[in-house]
Every structure is written in structure tokens, then in C-alpha cells.
């Protein structure tokens, strides 16, 4: 599982690094979220890895 939180602002960032964004769930300054480890996630944390931060963590997958 990774925890992935967002750290800075997507004002003024283009659409598409927005609907990253959306589309795992972030949508404010220090929220964080739980999502499985895949390359689809990996992929999605690589488009806006200057906005995020990402950190593994143990836990099951429901």
C-alpha cells in the first residue's frame, strides 16, 4: 500500500496534472489517501511527484 499526501497547491498547474490529482482522490493541502501498489498508481505519482509525496506502508488491501 502506499500513503500518498498532497503537499502543495495545483493552482496554476495544467488540467491534466489536476485530474491526477482527482482521480486518486486528493483534493486538498495535507489530505492523504491509501491506495494499492501498481504500476497504474506508480504512474499516476510520477505525473505529479512535484506536488505529492508518496511513502510505503504496511496494510491489507480491502
Known amino acids: 500500500m502506499l500513503k500518498i ?4 497547491s495545483y493552482i496554476g ?3 491534466a496534472q489536476r485530474r491526477v490529482l482527482r482521480g486518486m ?3 486538498k493541502i ?3 489517501v491509501l491506495l494499492k ?3 497504474e498508481i506508480r504512474g499516476m505519482i510520477r505525473k ?3 506536488l505529492v509525496s508518496a511513502v510505503e ?3 491489507n488491501s480491502k
Open 30 to 32: 495535507s489530505q492523504s
Open 37 to 39: 501498489d501498481t504500476p
Open 13 to 15: 498547474r495544467p488540467e
Open 57 to 59: 506502508v504496511e496494510g
Open 48 to 50: 505529479v511527484d512535484h
Open 25 to 27: 482522490g486528493l483534493g
Open 5 to 8: 499526501t498532497l503537499v502543495h
